[in-house]
């Protein structure tokens, strides 16, 4: 089934320090995404990245998931501030939680992460220590639609990162966050284009590999 049109608000949920917010924030200044960001929420109390989109004039709101007593509580409030600034789209940027039914039912085939290895290779936390403790010689980054599985949603835009000898987590973590604030506005631009479906577990395009400069 081909998408229907998105309506082009962002909700971005964060945790840390939202460097990927800031390449979202960036792409959409500098006029490459089409898009606003309606709201920044983190469930972290003092994340680094609430700072970055206040700075930049975006409501940011901290909702502490300690405060709820089950997962689904939690996701159904977020669901309610992000249908409140009536957001299209969720962009989960480095945000450290489980998104669990009440959000993804909310959002069907709307909620987008981006994850630090090239899945289904090393999912889950770690990535980049993962890679090089596996010892492969190419990881990368991974933008996917966000379903029940755990990093496990149908693939949107992947970019390959090497594995350099003598590298580390932090290393590698670095080259590969690089390429991570490449991917997700591009993402993010392919899914406010429309004309994709999904097929099975693959999220096939319009076009794909569209062009490499973001
Ligand atoms: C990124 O490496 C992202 O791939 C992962 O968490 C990290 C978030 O970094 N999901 P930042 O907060 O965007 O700087």
């Known amino acids: 089934m081909t998408s229907d049109p998105i309506n082009r608000l962002l909700g971005v949920l964060i945790s840390g320090r939202g460097t990927n917010l800031q390449?979202?924030?960036?792409?959409?200044?500098?006029?490459?995404?089409?898009?606003?960001?309606?709201?920044?929420?983190?469930?972290?109390?003092?994340?680094?990245?609430?700072?970055?989109?206040?700075?930049?004039?975006?409501?940011?709101?901290t909702l502490s998931?300690?405060?709820y007593s089950t997962r689904d509580d939690y996701d159904r409030a977020l669901v309610k501030e992000l249908q409140a600034r009536d957001v299209g789209l969720v962009c989960l940027a480095g945000f450290m939680r489980l998104?669990?039914?009440?959000?993804?039912?909310?959002?069907?085939?709307?909620?987008?992460?981006?994850?630090?290895?090239?899945?289904?290779?090393?999912?889950?936390?770690?990535?980049?220590?993962?890679?090089?403790?596996?010892?492969?010689?190419?990881?990368?980054?991974?933008?996917?639609?966000?379903?029940?599985?755990?990093?496990g949603g149908p693939i949107i835009v992947q970019r390959a990162v090497p594995v350099m000898t003598g590298d580390n987590a932090e290393t590698l973590a670095a080259r590969i966050l690089d390429e991570e604030h490449r991917a997700y506005p591009e993402a993010v631009r392919m899914i406010l284009e429309g004309g994709w479906r999904v097929e099975g577990r693959r999220f096939v395009a319009a076009r794909y590999p569209t062009s490499a400069s973001t």
């Open 99 to 151: 998104v669990g039914a009440p959000l993804i039912e909310a959002f069907p085939n709307r909620i987008l992460n981006i994850h630090p290895s090239l899945l289904p290779a090393f999912p889950g936390l770690d990535a980049q220590k993962q890679a090089v403790e596996h010892g492969v010689r190419v990881s990368g980054v991974t933008v996917h639609l966000v379903t029940a599985e755990l990093d």
């Open 65 to 67: 998931h300690r405060a």
């Open 23 to 61: 390449a979202l924030i960036d792409a959409i200044a500098g006029g490459r995404l089409h898009a606003s960001i309606a709201v920044v929420i983190s469930n972290r109390e003092g994340a680094p990245g609430l700072e970055r989109a206040r700075a930049a004039g975006i409501e940011a709101i």
